[in-house]
């Protein structure tokens, strides 16, 4: 990020987009294909070898179909680019709405509120996470979109920060086998019910860990203690390991998979809580490779 501005006519500049050099949400945007701006990328080893279920250890695939997975970012950075030039026309219609005074800029301030709620149903889903947990996203998209540095967003800050949340808790399997369609993208969600056959062997075994009174529920206390980050980087993929970057998105994740709204998660909850939080914000291109490695057993 450029360094805050010096003096005042550098800082009332700032707040003008067409002064900057290069536009942050385009970086964002040019770079959804690799692992850097994923806040969930870590290159580690995949092992994902377990039967699902009881069935074979890897789908059968055809040397096309190996294809396909290869191909899959492709296609699906294609489409990322279109909800990209979307979430702009979108991003200046909801910073006019929150900019009540008018001076081209938004505050921490400015981003609480009924409004602001509305504008972060809009990019996190049809739920929203405790307060605390709101405010941990925030930071973090905050971080990567505050260029200035001065805690101010204008237009273009705004557009980026927003852009960073929707693509933090982003599904990319739904938006790959969107992208592929048809064939092409039966054989994405193929390997990915393998994947999540790994997944529920790591999630009963860590859920086992974690419940060490036998309650058959865990409560987010029972996510605070430090052995959940230590199970976190034991999962499936490695896409968990990076912790600090995770825990933004854990309140958002629990609370979609706490159906029932009791703050409590059993067994079953906890695994798609902990595979919601693998998946969100997965790198297309990244995974593409760890599925076809996947798929051959």
Not at 182 to 192: D, T, Y
Not at 225 to 254: H, M, W
Request: with cysteine; charged share 30%.
């Amino acid at each position: 990020p450029s360094e805050a501005s010096s003096s005042t006519s550098s800082r009332a500049s700032s707040k003008d987009p067409r002064s900057r050099a290069s536009s942050p949400i385009r970086r964002d945007r040019d770079s959804l294909g690799g692992n850097a701006d994923s806040p969930f990328f870590v290159d580690g080893p995949s092992n994902l070898r377990r039967s699902f279920d009881g069935e074979q250890a890897a789908p059968s695939l055809a040397p096309e179909e190996f294809e396909t997975l290869l191909s899959a970012p492709a296609s699906w950075r294609d489409l990322v680019r279109k909800k990209g030039l979307m979430h702009r026309e979108w991003s200046a219609s909801r910073f006019s709405s929150l900019d009540c005074d008018g001076d081209g800029a938004l505050t921490r301030a400015d981003l609480s509120g009924s409004a602001f709620a509305r504008v972060l149903l809009e990019c996190l889903g049809d739920r929203l996470p405790d307060p605390e947990d709101i405010e941990a996203l925030i930071d973090a998209a905050m971080r990567g979109a505050d260029v200035e540095g001065n805690g101010c967003l204008v237009a273009e800050d705004f557009e980026a920060f927003t852009w960073r949340l929707k693509r933090m808790v982003a599904d990319t399997d739904f938006e790959v086998v969107q992208a592929l369609g048809g064939e092409q993208g039966a054989i994405w969600k193929k390997v990915l019910l393998l994947a999540r056959g790994s997944h529920r062997t790591w999630a009963s075994t860590a859920f086992a860990a974690l419940d060490l009174n036998n309650k058959g529920q865990l409560t987010r206390a029972d996510l605070r203690k430090p052995g959940f980050e230590y199970l976190l980087r034991q999962c499936p993929g490695g896409r968990l390991a990076d912790t600090a970057s995770v825990r933004p998105c854990v309140g958002l994740a629990f609370r979609r998979a706490d159906t029932k709204g009791g703050g409590k998660l059993s067994q079953k909850a906890f695994e798609d809580f902990s595979w919601q939080l693998a998946r969100m914000g997965a790198d297309a291109e990244a995974e593409g490779r760890r599925f076809a490695e996947l798929a051959k057993g």
